[in-house]
């Protein structure tokens, strides 16, 4: 079975500029999470799907940070436009869903972003 | 609020050294816990949980047990090898939250042989 799928892996761009990455996730399932994570540091929560619903998005900086899942399969996170200091890896995670704590999450292996 | 502290790294071991990396954690609610691990170039994988107080999560020979009364879930192994070399993150996800998870900031473990 295919694990979580992120593309592309790394990426560096110029600040000012947009950049958009891709999440597949597990097959089957429901809930999909994108995660910052910057150096030494860990995995912070930007956004939640239920199906194609963002139903977390309170940590997104959404004035320049956007995401979709628009049939509730595969996601897309884009920044417009990127700053230095968002230079860091984003993670994307998958679960079957549901109101459980305990709700395992699969990870991708993320994609590095470097703002020059 | 609900955090996560883990001790910092970085840690270096011998090989079939014992291990412990302590977490501890301050949750509003009652949370599950959770171990996950990132091998270098990998993406992080569930390495153990527990979901209530006294439970112990184990796999691959790491064991860790749910101490609500010192909000403890220190990590362990009796003999760590070379392969054990990642970035280890303590986490919590509180019921009612929608699974969402709370990360420490990582330990990262060299074992040398």
């Known amino acids: 079975e295919a694990g979580v799928v992120q593309s592309p892996r790394y990426k560096i761009i110029e600040k000012k500029q947009p950049v958009a990455f891709w999440c597949n996730p597990i097959?089957?399932?429901?809930?999909l999470y994108w995660y910052l994570q910057n150096l030494g540091q860990g995995p912070e929560l930007l956004i939640r799907?239920?199906?194609?619903?963002?139903?977390?998005d309170s940590q997104l900086p959404k004035d320049r940070f956007s995401a979709e899942r628009l049939k509730g399969v595969d996601s897309t996170l884009k920044i417009q436009p990127a700053e230095l200091g968002d230079s860091a890896v984003y993670l994307c995670?998958?679960?079957?869903?549901?109101?459980?704590?305990?709700?395992?999450?699969?990870f991708g292996p993320g994609t590095r972003l470097t703002v020059l | 609020g609900n955090s996560v502290t883990q001790m910092e790294g970085p840690v270096t071991l011998s090989e079939e050294a014992f291990l412990t990396i302590n977490c501890t954690y301050t949750?509003?609610?009652?949370?599950?816990l959770f171990w996950y691990v990132q091998y270098p170039g990998e993406g992080l994988q569930l390495l153990l949980k527990?979901?209530?107080?006294?439970d112990k999560g184990s796999n691959k020979g790491f064991e860790a047990t749910y101490r609500k009364e010192t909000t403890s879930f220190h990590l362990e192994k009796g003999s760590v090898q070379v392969s054990d070399s990642a970035v280890y993150f303590c986490?919590?996800?509180?019921?009612?939250?929608?699974?969402?998870?709370?990360f420490g900031k990582g330990t990262k473990l060299s074992v040398k042989p």
């Open positions: 995670a998958s679960s079957l869903g549901g109101t459980s704590g305990n709700n395992e999450q699969f």
């Open positions: 097959s089957g399932h429901n809930t």
């Open positions: 799907y239920e199906n194609e619903e963002a139903v977390d």
């Open positions: 949750a509003t609610g009652y949370p599950s």
């Open positions: 527990a979901t209530k107080a006294d």
């Open positions: 986490a919590l996800a509180i019921r009612g939250s929608q699974g969402n998870l709370i």
